[in-house]
């Protein structure tokens, strides 16, 4: 049904069925388990004091920046390590320090692009530029899209050379790029006369080995310190959980909950976002549930929802075939007490399953390929075994989220119904 013409809304007197009285409910329940869901969020940044288990990093990351607070060039660092280990949190917490600590008469700009959204030369170019630009001072227009790639560098140059003396840019999952360009850009600007703003790049990086990976020519005007950091200890897990307490209504976490939550997350590779999204799963969970307080069996349930939540993402674009290779481990995974299998007995696996379902296999060499890259996913482990004197190779892998998960929701996918821990072949290793 339509609103009567001319209303431009829906008439309260002509549609309040029951519907309506149920979306009312809901919005004016009052919320007994949060008081400020926001510190939950994946994309908040906590203030310096809340920040647990990075002193040596942020301390590090200053001392290459130091010299932009005084108008000068700082330098180039590229951050590495594992989902979840605070890279993001430091690069952005460091830069917006030195913004506003800068001494006078010297203005610091920075920039925060996400690679993975804006992951080409053009889009984080035209990000760029527009997160720099003030068009009330500049009088510059930086349209979202349309123009070229060469004009979005000629307008931002324009208004780095307007505001600022020295720029801060943030390049988080910077090894999702397309091409090594925009570095190669940013870093060279000064040196041809570009712009008179000194630029400092911070790339990160969930891959240690992206640097390497980096065109020669890049990596000379690069010039980056490198700074790695490693996963949290359970300990560290807990106190950054605690810090976010106050996320949470008076007495509502048991006081088994943290402690849980940083166990699961200390397990994962210590990824603090993955804890901190338990958590907020846990309090979600209590309330729909209608539950006084939060506790332990809401954070194991939370932990499953989290982690069917995050593969569903991760591989939701991806091809079957890689969908075919992913349930092919999982099945052997879940259907054997050993967590590591040679690619040999995975690639039969998989033709069983290609076969299956009507598909064509692919060749050893792809089937690696897509191993490999299911790797720099971080969804599987994959590693080299030299035979020794014989010259040969075993390629291993392994399963780094739970089978089960896996096999639920890629058999969501209309092309796997059907197959299941239950009634999946699983070949010999003989």
Same mark, same amino acid.
């Not at 992951?119 to 035209?126: L, Y």
């Not at 690069?222 to 490693?230: D, I, S, T, V």
């Not at 790797?375 to 599987?380: E, H, K, V």
């Given at each position: 049904m339509h609103p009567p013409e001319g209303t431009g809304s829906l008439s309260p007197s002509l549609y309040t069925d029951g519907g309506q009285d149920i979306a009312r409910e809901i919005f004016e329940q009052e919320d007994h388990i949060f008081a400020d869901k926001d510190l939950l969020n994946v994309d908040h940044v906590p203030s310096a004091e809340r920040i647990v288990g990075r002193d040596d990093e942020?301390?590090?990351?200053?001392?290459?920046?130091?010299?932009?607070?005084?108008?000068?060039?700082?330098?180039?660092?590229?951050?590495?390590?594992?989902?979840?280990?605070?890279?993001?949190?430091?690069?952005?917490?460091?830069?917006?320090?030195?913004?506003?600590?800068?001494?006078?008469?010297?203005?610091?700009?920075?920039?925060?692009?996400?690679?993975?959204? =804006?992951? #080409?030369?053009?889009?984080? +170019?035209?990000?760029?530029? $527009?997160?720099?630009? %003030?068009?009330?001072?500049?009088?510059? !227009?930086?349209?979202?899209?349309?123009?070229?790639?060469?004009?979005?560098?000629?307008?931002?140059?324009?208004?780095?050379?307007?505001?600022?003396?020295?720029?801060?840019?943030?390049?988080?999952?910077?090894?999702?790029?397309?091409?090594?360009?925009?570095?190669?850009?940013?870093?060279?600007?000064?040196?041809?006369?570009?712009?008179?703003?000194?630029?400092?790049?911070?790339?990160?990086?969930?891959?240690?080995?992206?640097?390497?990976?980096?065109?020669?020519?890049?990596?000379?005007?690069?010039?980056?310190?490198?700074?790695?950091?490693?996963?949290? =200890?359970? #300990?560290?897990?807990?106190? +950054?959980?605690?810090?976010? $307490?106050?996320?949470? %209504?008076?007495?509502?976490?048991?006081? !088994?909950?943290?402690?849980?939550?940083?166990?699961?997350?200390?397990?994962?590779?210590?990824?603090?976002?993955?804890?901190?999204?338990?958590?907020?799963?846990?309090?979600?969970?209590?309330?729909?549930?209608?539950?006084?307080?939060?506790?332990e069996s809401h954070v194991r349930e939370a932990r499953t929802e989290a982690e069917k939540d995050r593969f569903k993402e991760l591989i939701e674009g991806h091809p079957q075939q890689a969908k075919a290779i992913l349930l092919a481990l999982s099945l052997l995974s879940a259907n054997s007490e050993k967590d590591e299998f040679q690619s040999q007995l995975v690639y039969r696996q998989y033709t069983n399953i290609a076969e299956k379902i009507d598909m064509d296999s692919l060749s050893d060499r792809r089937f690696r390929d897509i191993l490999k890259e299911q790797a720099f996913l971080d969804i599987i482990d994959v590693w080299k075994e030299n035979l020794g004197r014989s010259g040969g190779i075993n390629l291993y892998c392994r399963l780094i989220e739970n089978p089960e998960i896996v096999v639920e929701i890629i058999s969501g996918d209309p092309r796997f119904e059907g197959l299941s821990l239950v009634n999946a072949a699983t070949p010999s290793e003989n």
């Amino acid at each position: 049904m339509h609103p009567p013409e001319g209303t431009g809304s829906l008439s309260p007197s002509l549609y309040t069925d029951g519907g309506q009285d149920i979306a009312r409910e809901i919005f004016e329940q009052e919320d007994h388990i949060f008081a400020d869901k926001d510190l939950l969020n994946v994309d908040h940044v906590p203030s310096a004091e809340r920040i647990v288990g990075r002193d040596d990093e942020i301390r590090k990351l200053a001392e290459e920046l130091r010299s932009a607070v005084d108008g000068h060039s700082p330098e180039n660092v590229i951050i590495y390590g594992k989902t979840g280990t605070g890279k993001s949190l430091v690069a952005k917490h460091v830069s917006t320090s030195a913004q506003g600590l800068a001494k006078e008469g010297v203005s610091i700009g920075t920039a925060y692009i996400d690679c993975s959204t =804006d992951n #080409t030369e053009t889009q984080a +170019i035209s990000t760029l530029a $527009r997160e720099f630009n %003030e068009p009330e001072r500049t009088d510059v !227009d930086v349209p979202e899209t349309g123009l070229a790639t060469a004009v979005y560098y000629k307008r931002l140059w324009a208004v780095l050379d307007i505001l600022y003396d020295v720029v801060i840019v943030v390049l988080d999952e910077a090894d999702m790029m397309a091409s090594d360009d925009l570095l190669m850009k940013l870093s060279r600007a000064g040196e041809t006369g570009n712009t008179d703003a000194h630029i400092g790049v911070i790339a990160v990086s969930n891959k240690v080995e992206w640097a390497d990976d980096l065109n020669e020519r890049v990596k000379s005007s690069l010039q980056p310190k490198e700074l790695a950091f490693q996963p949290y =200890d359970a #300990t560290q897990l807990r106190e +950054i959980m605690e810090n976010r $307490r106050d996320a949470f %209504e008076d007495g509502v976490l048991s006081e !088994d909950v943290i402690p849980l939550c940083a166990a699961f997350a200390a397990q994962d590779f210590g990824d603090a976002r993955k804890a901190i999204d338990i958590l907020r799963h846990s309090g979600q969970l209590a309330y729909r549930q209608s539950d006084e307080q939060v506790v332990e069996s809401h954070v194991r349930e939370a932990r499953t929802e989290a982690e069917k939540d995050r593969f569903k993402e991760l591989i939701e674009g991806h091809p079957q075939q890689a969908k075919a290779i992913l349930l092919a481990l999982s099945l052997l995974s879940a259907n054997s007490e050993k967590d590591e299998f040679q690619s040999q007995l995975v690639y039969r696996q998989y033709t069983n399953i290609a076969e299956k379902i009507d598909m064509d296999s692919l060749s050893d060499r792809r089937f690696r390929d897509i191993l490999k890259e299911q790797a720099f996913l971080d969804i599987i482990d994959v590693w080299k075994e030299n035979l020794g004197r014989s010259g040969g190779i075993n390629l291993y892998c392994r399963l780094i989220e739970n089978p089960e998960i896996v096999v639920e929701i890629i058999s969501g996918d209309p092309r796997f119904e059907g197959l299941s821990l239950v009634n999946a072949a699983t070949p010999s290793e003989n």
